[in-house]
């Protein structure tokens, strides 16, 4: 089995490498899954990453939840390994932050304890087993939160066939790629 390591290197490589336009295409494909699950459609809030460097774009869920009506929320780093969630309610609201990814500069601090929390990774496994960036941010969030119904986003290039697990990884519910969903 790889190291983690080894995984985040290859991962970035195949992001890299990957047409753009791709990208796009197989997000909005994604994203429509997303739309069609329970989770999403009873959801009052919704809390997502903000993407960047190649990641699934959470910008068609963002549209139809704001269309929708839905409180919509992203994370802010506030400490080493530790973030929270503030409420946004369009792109205005974010602004480059930690590593240069957009982080939302509004202040109310968003408390949705149920909310849909759609979650970012590196590379996953068929069993649901995600290696994220390496500084634990989501792992540490959903053990302090853990009434959170949780969809992972991932492109089909970032199955493996294993990713090591270790005993504080939180599993997503769901993880959807633009082919498969897992649960």
């Keep these: 089995m790889m190291e983690k390591k080894e995984i985040r290197k290859l991962i970035f490589a195949r992001r890299r490498a990957a047409d753009p336009e791709v990208l796009l295409a197989d997000s909005q494909i994604i ?3 997303v739309m069609e699950t329970e989770a999403f459609q009873d959801a009052s809030a919704i809390y997502v990453y903000m993407d960047c460097k190649g990641e699934v774009s959470v910008k068609p869920l963002l549209k139809e939840a704001w269309r929708l ?3 919509t929320a992203a994370p802010r780093v506030t400490g080493p390994g530790q973030m929270r969630y ?3 309610s369009s792109y205005a609201d974010v602004a480059p932050g930690y590593y240069q990814i957009p982080e939302p500069v509004t202040q109310e601090e968003a408390h ?3 909310a849909l929390l759609i ?3 590196v590379a996953f496994d068929r069993q649901r087993h995600r290696c994220g960036y390496g500084q634990g941010f989501y792992d540490r969030y959903l053990a302090e939160h853990t009434g959170h119904p949780t969809i992972a986003l991932a492109f089909d290039f970032q199955i493996m066939e294993q990713v090591p697990a270790d ?3 939180r599993l997503p519910q769901m993880l959807i790629t633009e082919k498969e969903v897992f649960q």
Aim: proline content about 6%.
């Design 86 to 88: 503030y409420y946004i």
């Design 119 to 121: 979650v970012p990774g």
């Design 112 to 114: 949705d304890e149920t």
């Design 69 to 71: 009506g839905k409180r």
């Design 31 to 33: 994203c429509r899954k």
């Design 167 to 169: 005993a504080f990884d």
